[in-house]
């Protein structure tokens, strides 16, 4: 069974801190998301990384994928608190659309 | 905006009722699927369908639920009893195969069975 393992689970910091989330796997996939869901809402993707190494920036958001297509963090410059939210990665073994969802990561940006 | 649409937004319900969640896909887009997120298990892929016709329902419970899609715009999901244990968010999301893996989601279906 493919996972993927999201960590941390929970983070509080304060506005203008970094921050990274990391998720994990042994397995390989083919792409990777980052999602992020608000209360009440369904999760909207942020970015999609293909390619090993590759590295996309979202205005302060800098999404990495590993060189072995394993694993992938994201990086949160200055984080203000409208990055509040629940973040959440999602690994396409190939490409038939199912994704292997990471638990989450339930970020809260204090002001 | 293209969007996935859900209904009802939010349902409460006695347990042993029936019911029925809608989904209207994105137009065009011909995978559409059925999620549920709680607190404890997070996002789980209960069924998801590719030019209506079912992949993969094994996520599903099949004693209670059924999901169909009588047609390209519209995607089901029943519960039939519902109990207290089926209370979740039930996303529905559409996809296709331009976006490559991308898939798009409705707001959910907040349900409680009291």
């Known amino acids: 069974t493919q996972l993927l393992e999201q960590s941390p689970q929970f983070l509080s910091i304060q506005e203008g801190e970094n921050l990274t989330v990391y998720c994990n796997s042994s397995?390989?996939?083919?792409?990777l998301q980052w999602y992020r869901q608000e209360p009440g809402e369904g999760p909207v993707l942020l970015v999609t990384?293909?390619?090993g190494g590759e590295v996309k920036k979202l205005k302060r958001l800098t999404f990495q994928f590993g060189d072995a297509r394993k694993d992938s963090s994201l990086h949160i410059t200055a984080a203000q608190p409208g990055d509040t939210g629940l973040y959440l990665c999602?690994?396409?073994?190939?490409?038939?659309?199912?994704?292997?969802w990471g638990a989450g990561t339930k970020l809260i940006i204090k002001p | 905006d293209a969007r996935v649409t859900q209904t009802p937004r939010h349902k409460v319900t006695e347990m042993g009722q029936e019911v029925t969640m809608r989904c209207q896909p994105i137009?065009?887009?011909?995978?559409v699927f059925w999620y549920r997120q709680t607190m404890m298990q997070g996002l789980e892929l209960l069924a998801y369908?590719?030019?209506?016709?079912?992949?993969?329902d094994s996520g599903m419970p099949k004693d209670r639920f059924s999901a169909e899609m009588p047609d390209a715009t519209l995607a089901t999901l029943k519960i039939q009893p519902s109990e207290p244990r089926d209370s979740a968010v039930y996303f529905c999301?559409?996809?296709?195969?331009?976006?490559?893996?991308?898939?798009?989601f409705g707001e959910g279906s907040w349900l409680t069975v009291v």
């Open positions: 999301a559409s996809g296709s195969g331009d976006s490559g893996n991308t898939i798009y």
């Open positions: 137009l065009g887009h011909n995978t």
């Open positions: 369908f590719r030019n209506r016709a079912p992949l993969d």
């Open positions: 397995s390989v996939f083919s792409s």
């Open positions: 990384v293909v390619t």
């Open positions: 999602a690994g396409a073994p190939d490409s038939n659309y199912q994704l292997i």
